[in-house]
């Protein structure tokens, strides 16, 4: 059972282009997650995505920033028009449905370095 | 602001001695769990405490909660080299269950072997 992948785990982007980043949730895992960690931090919340749903975006930078996670296919991580404070680790994690529990799932991240 | 604070913020210690580490809190919450995040990776699940439980243990891992305090303190006991990593607590309010987690700073621990 592969766990959560991510991908590209490194990403280089020259300000105004635009960075996709993507994340395909463990098997059976239908909640995902996406968390940005800036250097000597700790991780803040983005967006929580069920299936083409967004669910909670209360983290997620009101412009330039969009999330998606289709019916079939991983979770996308869009940001346009990337400025150097972008510059990140942006990780990913995923949950399955139902429970009290609240046990997320990590991916390796993708590093976003804008030049 | 950040929900979690963890302190203290960078702990070095020999390996096979104990390493204490806390957590506090500012809200009401469902859950308290504490990450392992090894350099450059991801971060790993260690251990999960409810709200109405005060202490978890899990191998060499020991967790306490106090929630009257909202306070946490994750020990992990006969420290080994390969605990070297950053540590954090992350928190979840009701409802809980697929919910976003709110994390601290973290802690950054080195295990001299």
């Known amino acids: 059972n592969a766990g959560v992948m991510q991908n590209p785990r490194h990403l280089v982007r020259r300000r105004g282009q635009e960075a996709r980043l993507r994340c395909s949730p463990m098997?059976?895992?239908?909640?995902v997650y996406w968390y940005r960690q800036l250097p000597e931090e700790g991780l803040k919340f983005m967006v929580y995505l069920q299936k083409e749903n967004i669910i909670d975006e209360s983290g997620m930078p009101k412009e330039r920033f969009s999330a998606e996670f289709p019916k079939e296919g991983p979770s996308i991580l869009r940001i346009q028009q990337v400025v150097r404070g972008d510059s990140a680790a942006y990780f990913c994690a995923s949950s399955p449905p139902g429970g009290s529990k609240n046990i997320q799932y990590f991916g390796a991240g993708t590093r976003l370095s804008v030049l | 602001s950040q929900q979690g604070e963890e302190d203290p913020q960078a702990l070095s210690i020999q390996e096979g001695e104990n390493a204490t580490m806390n957590c506090s809190y500012k809200?009401?919450?469902?859950?308290l769990q504490w990450y392992r995040q090894n350099s450059g990776r991801g971060l790993v699940h260690l251990i999960l405490?409810?709200?109405?439980?005060r202490e978890k243990h899990s191998g060499r891992l020991r967790v306490t909660l106090d929630t009257s305090k909202k306070s946490s303190s994750l020990l992990i006991t006969a420290s080994r080299a390969a605990d070297t990593a950053s540590y954090f607590c992350?928190?979840?309010?009701?409802?809980?269950?697929?919910?976003?987690?709110?994390f601290g700073k973290g802690i950054t621990l080195s295990v001299r072997p």
């Open positions: 809200t009401s919450i469902n859950n």
């Open positions: 992350a928190t979840d309010v009701p409802p809980g269950a697929n919910s976003k987690l709110t």
């Open positions: 098997k059976g895992h239908s909640h």
């Open positions: 405490i409810r709200s109405n439980e």
